[in-house]
RNA sequence: GCCAGCGUAGCUCAGACGGCAGAGCAGCUGAUUCGUAAUCAGCGGGUCGGAGGUUCGAUUCCUCUCGCUGGCUCCA
């Protein structure tokens, strides 16, 4: 006798024969759409998907963001679907939905050209018109490691021999079969608004041992409108691309005969960094921390003595000389240790905020480096506490308080925080470990900041919590980085001098706020798009005098403004104004101010704003005054 | 480090069965003295990323190498 299964759909109840499909509900409902996916007690399920126990389920249609990941993952098996036709001896890997789309892993000997894309994306759309069901199987192991061997597609049968149990989930589109876990959409004619993007190298289950797939990136959308929309976001991101802008501003540059990962920061760029740095001191100050500068490099035993020669790759190989090895430095922190450790200390005299922006180095493969973002010398903004239990959620409490004071004043007031927890490989006692974490957690409570949980994601040595930041056109970045560090204070046997006239172990906490002068250099000027805001701009001001005779007064404004401590520049070359102020806008330049026979009458400037456009006569006074305001406010917008 | 793609003037890019290497912008010089996004003219500028090989001849074909790009991997 067939088993009934009570179903619940909105407001109406079936009972359906155990293992028919819950599609069949959807005749008897009066929806004007046709849905393409369930959803049952927070998880998606194909509209084939059979009767297995009483459930109570809601339908997903398209255009849903919750779909989209299923949409993209079908995309993906359309992907796989059109090369195994165009291609019929390439191998299928793996091909998941991402962040923002989805990839298709193949094995071919020879590498995917851009033609090749452009046919693959032709056939897609062609089996995408043909509207063919994708339909859900569960065949017993035996038989899909049949089917898939009979279509020689060895990394299938490897993923099923080793994922499958007694019975795995298939998948099918017309000829097309894969070992998947779905859900999907009911067909291949729901994919519409699709593109792929880029072919690249990928490593089988990711193993650099094993075989090296092609990896082919597409994105899809349930509107042609949110594809439009990000492709254009990936245009505009280009547009802000730091590598592009930094040396065409003439904020820094690399160099071939330097090596790769090494920066020269320009003057421009240089300016830019000083007032970083300026402000960062200041605040850093404000909240009763010390400076310390340490060398580029110490003997090889102390990184022995810290773990780094066991536990860090990324150390270039060590110097010799005078009988002993030397390492350049990959951090800063036994550097800090050694200066605590430089007398006994007292209960009293903690906690010790120690800062120092300290440029290290670290061997990063060659094919990992990025502009910026990604080097091999760099400064991060660094700092240890050294603190009692008692004192740790306040200390903790104290730099995330600081840590968005400096973001926000660049404008990055939007964060994604985790708190990544304690890993199951660890060094220290569990008790510290507990009490850390939950410092960590009380300090991002009290912060307000949304926060999500990365269980045992922490490092080796201690629970840490990252923020990243998101930028103008919404880009994550992960800056801020709060570490708990078990590891060195037990290798180093930090301790200081309790009440109780016994000796302890402080806390020992790691943390960077902006990460590396580099990085967070790279993610203003994408963020910024190259559009500093009038306190950080290389040049604040350029005055463009519009004939020779008008230069006298030009550099007079200069001096006067110069005095004020502005950053000023007069355009003396012999070009038009149009000229001047094409190449004023072109560099970026916030203010520009026009003089002329007018101007020089009664003492004041043309004032165009970039971006804005000229803004009339304004006189010398008022000029100084609003300057200095936006200069002193840090403004992230001028306004006269 | 691995896979793939790309390296031609400072920049953006043309180019060529293997036969003296081009444009625009920038630079320099001169003329123009000008009112809100490119005035005109002239000139200079290249081991065609580097090394080796094939060839009468290589920037072009081959090998190696360096750098960059997209990923992978790594990320104390």
Redesign the pocket.
Same mark, same amino acid.
């Given at each position: 006798m067939d088993e009934l299964i009570k179903i619940k759909v909105e407001e109406s109840v079936f009972f359906l024969k155990k293992g028919t499909p819950l599609s069949e509900v959807l005749s008897e409902l009066p929806s004007p759409q046709k849905p393409i996916l369930f959803k049952s007690e927070g998880q998606l399920l194909d509209l084939s998907f059979p009767a297995d126990r009483e459930r109570e389920l809601s339908l997903v249609f398209a255009g849903d963001p919750q779909a989209l990941e299923v949409l993209r993952h079908s995309a993906s098996h359309l992907l796989a679907h059109a090369v195994t036709e165009l291609f019929p001896e390439v191998q299928v890997g793996m091909g998941p939905a991402v962040e923002n789309g989805y990839y298709y892993d193949f094995l071919r000997d020879r590498?995917f050209?851009p033609e090749d894309l452009e046919a693959i994306e032709k056939k897609m759309r062609e089996i995408a018109t043909q509207d063919l069901p994708i339909e859900r199987l569960v065949l017993p192991k035996e038989e899909a490691v049949k089917i898939f061997s009979e279509k020689n597609q060895k990394l299938k049968v490897e993923l099923i021999e080793e994922k499958g149990g007694a019975e795995v989930t298939c998948y099918r589109q017309g000829n097309f079969i894969d070992f998947c876990l779905g859900p999907h959409l009911p067909s291949t004619g729901l994919i519409k608004h699709f593109k792929l993007l880029?072919?690249?190298?990928?490593?089988w289950k990711? /193993?650099?041992r094993g075989p090296?797939l092609?990896?082919i990136?597409g994105t899809a959308f349930f509107s042609e409108k949110e594809l439009q929309d990000y492709l254009n976001f990936l245009e505009e991101a280009k547009k802000r /691309?730091h590598?592009?802008l930094g #040396?065409?501003l003439e904020l820094f540059s690399?160099h $071939?005969e330097l090596?790769?990962?090494l920066v020269i920061w320009h003057p421009k760029g240089a300016i830019i960094r000083h007032e970083i740095e300026a402000f960062w001191k200041e605040e850093h100050l404000k909240d009763g921390y010390d400076f310390i500068y340490s060398p580029h490099i110490a003997k090889l035993d102390l990184w022995k003595r810290?773990?780094?020669t066991?536990?860090?790759?990324?150390m270039f190989p060590p110097l010799e000389f005078e009988g002993f090895k030397y390492q350049l430095k #990959?951090?800063n922190c036994p550097f800090h240790i050694m200066a605590y450790k430089s007398r006994q200390r007292s209960y009293r005299e903690l906690p010790l905020r120690w800062a120092e922006l300290g440029t290290v180095y670290?061997y990063?493969?060659?094919?990992?480096?990025? @502009?910026l973002l990604r080097v091999r010398g760099f400064t991060q903004d660094d700092a240890h506490i050294f603190c009692r239990d008692d004192q740790l959620e306040a200390e903790i409490k104290g730099v995330i308080r600081l840590a968005t004071k400096l973001l926000a004043a660049f404008g990055f007031e939007s964060y994604q925080v985790y708190l990544a927890t304690r890993p199951e490989k660890y060094v220290g006692k569990l008790e510290d470990w507990n009490k850390a974490e939950q410092a960590l957690e009380e300090a991002l409570k009290a912060s307000g900041l949304p926060y999500q949980i990365d269980e045992g994601e922490g490092?080796?040595?201690g629970p840490k919590i990252d923020i990243k930041i998101k930028d103008a056109i919404g880009r994550l970045w992960q800056c801020t980085t709060v570490q708990l560090d078990f590891?060195?204070a037990e290798r180093f046997d930090l301790t200081y001098v309790g009440e109780d006239g016994h000796f302890h172990r402080p806390f020992l906490i790691h943390r960077a706020l902006l990460g590396s002068m580099e990085r967070f250099f790279g993610v203003l000027i994408e963020h910024y798009k190259g559009n500093f805001p009038l306190w950080l701009a290389p040049v604040q001001i350029i005055i463009l005098p +519009?004939?020779?005779?008008h230069e006298a007064y030009a550099r007079e404004i200069q001096t006067r403004l110069r005095a004020e401590g502005f950053r000023v520049q007069v355009d003396d070359?012999?070009?038009?104004?149009?000229?001047k +102020?094409?190449e004023a $806008?072109?560099q970026k330049i916030p203010l +520009?101010a026009?003089? @002329?026979?007018?101007?020089i009458s009664n003492q004041s400037v043309?004032?165009?704003i970039? @971006?804005l456009? /000229?803004r009339?006569?304004i006189s010398l006074e008022a000029l100084i005054q609003q300057v200095k305001t936006l200069i002193q406010n840090k403004s992230l917008e001028i306004k006269f």
């Open positions: 590498a050209t880029s072919v690249s190298g990928a490593y990711g /193993d650099e090296q092609q990896r990136y /691309d590598r592009r #040396p065409e690399t $071939e090596g790769g990962g810290s773990g780094h066991e536990f860090y790759d990324a #990959p951090m670290r990063e493969r060659s094919g990992v480096l990025h @502009g490092v080796f040595y590891n060195l +519009i004939a020779d005779r070359s012999r070009e038009k104004v149009n000229k +102020i094409r $806008e072109v +520009i026009v003089v @002329g026979d007018k101007e043309s004032l165009r970039h @971006g456009g /000229d009339g006569q």
